[in-house]
């Protein structure tokens, strides 16, 4: 597989970056369509490649990785003595244009010739997920850009906790890329017909089926039999989280108990806290009641669908 050159990034403003990144699938988008990404599920990401909502913004691990990559890049050549030569453009597939990269650099090795380079910081609570092998996630980004790229191999380099180093050589996987591509084609096939992927648990899912089925019509139809067993799970997980809310308010009145009038108790590494906020908030039924005109001319009147579950007997 061959890739060409989209746009160079050097200069490129941080708007015309995003824009470039919804016109495809990027190696940091490969676990999430795969449905392996703790952070992002794949209605969020096509919510966000379709326009609906804006990309998430950058955390400080995010920033932080970014303005500690050189320090990475530098680090790797002085332990192995191979160089790494920046990558500053976006590379599309020319097989299937929807696969894109944004590399953090290429360098040689002599028995693969060129590699990828990739370099990652992470928090010293993520080290045993380094110790043999690398973060599913990062692997799967890794072998998503050698799917882009045809390159046969890949260097990744990560700082942990800021005070450990290493490196690790990646080989080509061909039934994890041929996995890859078959479910990024059917991904962005979803993008182009604009049709959701299937639902997940997320806030992304609720979103939108909130605005997708925002009216409702005075009718009824008969569920399938699958119903039941959703029902089940709904009514089993209400119920534990009502006794788990329970149990947390008891846990924090007893700990209110503890605190009396103080505002701050310490035990061990942990401060418990409970004090005093003053926030001003409109009385609208005052206002209502004592200004009715004022009040009808800037309230604003709302809809939305009530879900509930109830017996039919």
Not at 61 to 84: D, H, M, N
Not at 189 to 218: R, Y
């Amino acid at each position: 597989m061959t890739a060409k050159i989209v746009t160079s990034t050097e200069n490129l403003p941080y708007e015309e970056w995003l824009e470039f990144r919804k016109s495809g699938i990027g190696g940091s988008d490969a676990s999430v369509v795969c449905g392996m990404n703790r952070y992002k599920s794949p209605v969020e990401l096509w919510m966000e490649k379709t326009g609906r909502q804006p990309p998430q913004e950058a955390g400080e691990s995010a920033y932080w990785g970014t303005q500690l990559e050189p320090l990475v890049r530098e680090e790797f050549t002085k332990r192995t003595g191979i160089e790494v030569r920046l990558a500053k453009c976006i590379l599309q597939s020319e097989e299937f244009p929807f696969m894109q990269a944004n590399l953090d650099g290429v360098c040689h090795d002599p028995n693969y010739g060129d590699c990828i380079f990739e370099a990652k910081t992470a928090s010293a609570f993520k080290m045993n997920e380094w110790e043999n092998s690398i973060p599913d996630e990062y692997m799967l980004q890794i072998q998503h850009y050698m799917a882009v790229t045809g390159f046969k191999a890949a260097y990744i380099a990560v700082l942990i906790g800021g005070n450990t180093f290493r490196w690790q050589f990646i080989k080509r996987d061909e039934e994890i890329i041929s996995a890859l591509i078959q479910l990024e084609k059917d991904f962005w096939n979803c993008v182009e017909t604009d049709t959701p992927p299937q639902i997940d648990g997320t806030d992304a899912s609720a979103k939108f089926l909130v605005e997708k089925f925002a009216e409702s019509k005075n009718s009824q139809i008969e569920l399938p039999d699958v119903t039941a067993e959703l029902i089940q799970k709904y009514t089993a997980a209400s119920t534990e989280i009502s006794a788990l809310t329970e149990q947390k308010q008891l846990a924090e009145n007893l700990l209110k108990q503890m605190l009396g009038e103080n505002e701050v108790g310490i035990i061990g590494e942990n401060i418990v806290s409970w004090k005093a906020v003053s926030q001003e908030r409109l009385d609208s039924k005052t206002l209502k009641a004592e200004h009715p005109t004022p009040y009808k001319k800037y309230a604003n009147s709302t809809s939305y669908r009530r879900f509930s579950i109830k017996s039919a007997n």
